[in-house]
């Protein structure tokens, strides 16, 4: 099973980007969706998660307000919005699907640098 990430890039303090994860749809329709993250010498962190259906979002703390996980039900895509961003937010992000197994993407660079 693959999930596919794209969207990472160079952005500047305030800026935003969107990432995109495309899964089978076997695993869009069944499996719970996250966004994690990993910054250098830090501990991979969820930042967004939403369930099966798409009825129930949650955020870390420190991403509300800024960042919104959605997802496109035709195209089997989640996506995470990320606005308002900071050098903190620099991270290699990663798609997630969850039920009774997990699946990872492959990870996808975000850097906020002036």
């Known amino acids: 099973v693959q999930l596919v990430e794209s969207g990472g890039g160079l952005v500047q303090p305030g800026g935003s980007l969107r990432l995109s994860c495309g899964a089978p749809?076997?695993?869009?329709?069944?499996?719970?969706m996250n966004w994690y993250r990993q910054a250098p010498g830090k501990e991979r962190e969820r930042v967004a998660a939403?369930?099966?259906?798409?009825?129930?979002?949650d955020y870390a703390d420190s991403v509300k307000g800024r960042f919104t996980i959605s997802r496109d039900n035709a195209k089997n895509t989640v996506y995470l919005q990320m606005n308002s961003l900071k050098p903190e937010d620099t991270a290699v992000y990663y798609c997630?699907?969850?039920?009774?197994?997990?699946?990872w993407g492959q990870g996808t660079q975000v850097t906020v640098s002036s």
């Open positions: 749809e076997f695993i869009f329709r069944t499996y719970a």
């Open positions: 997630n699907a969850r039920n009774f197994l997990v699946y």
């Open positions: 939403m369930t099966s259906g798409g009825g129930r979002t």
